[in-house]
């Protein structure tokens, strides 16, 4: 499977899961449609847990324009106040279009948690074919001891009351992939 099949895979599976896949083909091209997409929403704040420091200050300069609160550290101080996380994905598996993050950071865990909307940059190179693939990962992820990988597939759903599929009550009710291609440096 090349390349391209494995990417159209994982654009088709995410979305079947009823994420929205859309491309950034630069890093303020991917903060743009985070900034937007939350004042399209009527959003007024986003946590961008792990951003480098350069993006960051473009991210906060979006902001700033459309009146948006980038919000500070911790995020413990802030858990009901965030609309949107932007969030750098560390992986992705093609066959059931599931993003993968390395959670360690509670900061990261919060914003994805608890947003209302989680849009994710996930590189076209670090998608896999399939869940086979993530072995190495894994294995390097906790080689130090324990730590946390967060598998997102779609935005959070139940059907565990009443058995009524009910969306956003675990997490994110929004789930935008931004698949870059040659994107690099927007986290740390």
């Known amino acids: 499977m090349s390349q391209g099949e494995i990417i159209e895979s994982m654009r088709a599976r995410a979305e079947k899961a009823a994420a929205v896949v859309s491309s ?33 200050e473009a991210l906060g300069k979006a902001c700033g324009e459309k009146g948006i609160t980038l919000l500070d550290s911790p995020l413990r101080d802030k858990m009901t106040r965030i609309h949107t996380a932007f969030t750098w994905a560390d992986r992705g598996i093609a066959d059931t ?7 360690n950071s509670e900061e ?3 914003a994805t948690m608890l947003s209302e909307t989680h849009v994710a940059v996930l590189p076209t190179d670090k998608v896999v074919p ?21 598998f997102i597939t779609g935005p959070s759903r139940t059907a565990d009351i009443e058995r009524i599929l009910t969306i956003g009550v675990h997490g994110p009710e929004r789930l935008h992939i931004l698949l870059a291609e040659n994107l690099d440096g927007g986290e740390k």
């Open 130 to 150: 399939s869940m086979d693939e993530l072995e190495g990962y894994m294995t390097d992820h906790f080689k130090n001891g324990a730590g946390y990988v967060a």
């Open 108 to 110: 990261l865990r919060l």
């Open 24 to 56: 950034a083909a630069t890093l303020e091209e991917a903060i743009a449609y985070a900034v937007n997409l939350t004042a399209e929403e009527g959003g007024t704040t986003l946590a961008a847990p792990g951003m480098d420091d350069a993006a960051r």
């Open 97 to 103: 279009g599931t993003l993968v993050l390395n959670s």
